[in-house]
């Protein structure tokens, strides 16, 4: 089984994910990444972390690995995964690298690598450096060795990185912060607080276990509360890490990913700031995402599943805005990667600009009834290979036609496989999705 998944290395942490396995991906890394490097100047390596206690001493093996390798690291702390890719592009270094696993819950952790520049890795350097993994060397030796330094100013410079992409102030937004206990808890609420807008904090008192638990994106229901008992204009709903961002209306309403995307196209296409009238956006964007880009008239590249499969289509095409259901938002004039704060800055200044409520705005689309189940407990590399569920899915989608949709995929990041469909009627797309999730199951249980 393959490393990498959709998003960097991830599993168990001190089970899967190792202080060992760690060590020898950042020494593999260091060596992948700065091959070709004729700088006369030491390589040098940005390391930040989510809350999660595992972070600490998987944070110690990567700077170990690194620094054996001879990169001089330069730890940031706990900061946002898109932090690290700032921060990398920003200050020229070789590489970066994020200890978190996300949404994940708390045992669990995960590498994630950004080259020189700050771009997540493409699946051919993973594949490098994996194959590199463990193999001899010639370790330096006296100052030939990496130093290590705690960057003290990283925090600062990231927010006033995200502060540089405000054009309209947020003064009379009422904004309520789910903040996930996880990575954005330092800085989620300072930003939204410098930018104008009145800003109530939940879930921002991270302890390294309670990150994602029973809050963030993946959990909604304290926000969703929190925001009608506040008369708060919407909620923002941060990830572990904060590289997604869904959001709340005032009514207490989900407002997924592709809504936010609807609401970002079509400001940004009133004001001509779209690039090429088009989004880029997976597989997994709701059919009524895609009616309403046809609706406004704006075009839609499809990519994978994966924010990194989205900016690689956006650097191809020169969009300049992309993005994914789950809240991964990449807004390319300001970032490399998704950000989720720079996500919500954006929605927040739509709001102030038109002076209507977040559930006026999303409007811009009718969301389809979908219905997504996770199989455990499965063969998920054997998928492609039955023909069983191969017809299964063809015969729904020539009675669906464009009244529906069918994706049924193996997760890049957990052990399963997950079947999404979309239909007219919540009816529907139930039993659709349980017939076919059913022979998933029996074809293919371990």
Known sequence: MALFGT??????????????????????A?????????????????????????????????????????????????LPTPAIAHLVAESGADLGVMLSA????????????FATGGGKLDD????????????SWERPVGKDVGRVVLDESAQERYIFHLLSSISTPLRGIKVVVDCANGASSRVAPKVYTRAGAEVITISAE???????????????????????????DLGIAHDGDADRCLAVDGNGNEIDGDFIMAILAADMK????????????????????????????????????????????????????????????????????????????SLMQVLARSGKPLAELAKVMVRFPQV???????????????????????????KFGDAGRILVRASGTEPLIR???????????????????????SELKI
């Open 372 to 398: 997504l189940i996770n199989v455990k407990g499965v063969r998920k590399d054997e998928l492609a290979s039955s023909s069983k569920i191969a017809d299964l899915i063809a015969a729904h989608t020539a």
């Open 7 to 28: 998003d960097g290395v991830r599993g168990l942490a001190n089970r899967d994910l190792t202080a060992e396995l760690a060590l020898d991906v950042a020494v593999s």
């Open 102 to 113: 996300s949404h994940n819950p708390m045992p669990d952790n995960g590498i994630k690598l």
């Open 30 to 78: 260091a060596h992948i990444l700065t091959e070709g490097n004729t700088s006369t100047s030491r390589a040098r390596a940005i390391v930040g972390q989510d809350s999660r206690a595992s972070g600490e001493f998987l944070e110690a093996a990567v700077v170990a690995g690194l620094a054996s390798a001879g990169i001089d690291v330069y730890r940031v702390g706990i």
């Open 270 to 345: 009133e004001r001509g700031r779209l690039k090429n009238n088009r989004v880029v956006a997976t597989v997994m964007s709701n059919l009524g995402f895609v009616q309403a880009m046809k609706k406004l008239g704006i075009g839609l590249e499809v990519t994978a599943v994966g924010d990194r499969y989205v900016l690689e289509k956006m650097n191809a095409t020169g969009d300049n805005l992309g993005g994914e259901q789950s809240g991964h938002i990449i807004l390319s004039d300001h970032a490399n990667t998704g950000d989720g704060i720079l996500t919500a800055l």
């Open 206 to 232: 991270p302890n390294g276990w309670n990150i994602n638990e029973n809050c963030g994106s993946t959990h909604l229901e304290n926000l969703k509360a929190r925001v009608v008992a506040e008369g708060a």
């Open 419 to 441: 079947v999404m469909v979309e239909a007219e009627s919540d009816i529907t797309a139930k039993s659709v999705a349980e017939e076919i999730a059913a022979l998933v199951e």
């Open 124 to 135: 051919a350097l993973e594949e490098k450096i994996e194959a590199r993994l463990g193999e």
